[in-house]
T-cell receptor
Framework: EAEVAQSPRYKITEKSQAVAFWCDPISGHATLYWYRQILGQGPELLVQFQDESVVDDSQLPKDRFSAERLKGVDSTLKIQPAELGDSAMYLC????????FGQGTRLTVV | EDQVTQSPEALRLQEGESSSLNCSYTVSGLRGLFWYRQDPGKGPEFLFTLYSAGEEKEKERLKATLTKKESFLHITAPKPEDSATYLCAANQIPIKAAGNKLTFGGGTRVLVKP
């Protein structure tokens, strides 16, 4: 069964350091989402791609976050510099209609 | 403003005690309503899509229904393995972009005690 792959599963980083997350969507899915989920809350959209183009990054803190999806396949989300408040689960999803999620990256900023 | 609200925030059930979770939504251009299950430390797992008022979907002990303003997830005779957070999401036609726009509720944490 096809799955969305994310790495790493866990990441601990010091504040002011750079951190990057990787996502490989299900093959053939044009839409790719990056969500942030704080413990006890629902996921919040950071950025959405349609193929290689960003279609919604209105909630992405662009002073420190960046995302790319070169060639419209896998994607990278970067934070530089990381802040304590960035500690959360970062989820990648892909889909055509329904969105299917990966297992996420749990980020802890110390 | 587009909004999806889930209630209650948390639900404690005895094994076999049926209950319902609510997802109310105020969104424009609704294209569908999704339900997900999320286990601690894992990504959400897709359960159902509902497209129109009156539609129902079932999977094992779970049944999802949809009206024009809300959706319900009914858990019939739950077992401890049904313990999880249940998330709903409204799928909308975005104003300026292609694809879909998903807005999630805050989730309902369900604990089923044996």
């Amino acid at each position: 069964e096809a799955e969305v792959a994310q790495s790493p599963r866990y990441k601990i980083t010091e504040k002011s350091q750079a951190v990057a997350f990787w996502c490989d969507p299900i093959s053939g899915h044009a839409t790719l989402y990056w969500y942030r989920q704080i413990l006890g809350q629902g996921p919040e959209l950071l950025v959405q791609f349609q193929d290689e183009s960003v279609v919604d990054d209105s909630q992405l803190p662009k002073d420190r976050f960046s995302a790319e999806r070169l060639k419209g396949v896998d994607s990278t989300l970067k934070i530089q510099p990381a802040e304590l408040g960035d500690s959360a689960m970062y989820l990648c999803a892909s889909g055509t209609v329904e969105a299917f999620f990966g297992q996420g990256t749990r980020l802890t900023v110390v | 403003e587009d909004q999806v609200t889930q209630s209650p925030e948390a639900l404690r059930l005895q094994e076999g005690e049926s209950s319902s979770l609510n997802c109310s939504y105020t969104v424009s251009g609704l294209r569908g309503l999704f339900w997900y299950r999320q286990d601690p430390g894992k990504g959400p797992e897709f359960l159902f899509t509902l497209y129109s008022a009156g539609e129902e979907k079932e999977k094992e002990r779970l049944k999802a229904t949809l009206t024009k303003k809300e959706s319900f997830l009914h858990i019939t005779a739950p077992k401890p393995e049904d313990s999880a957070t249940y998330l709903c999401a409204a799928n909308q036609i975005p104003i300026k972009a292609a694809g879909n726009k998903l807005t999630f509720g805050g989730g309902t944490r369900v604990l089923v005690k044996p």
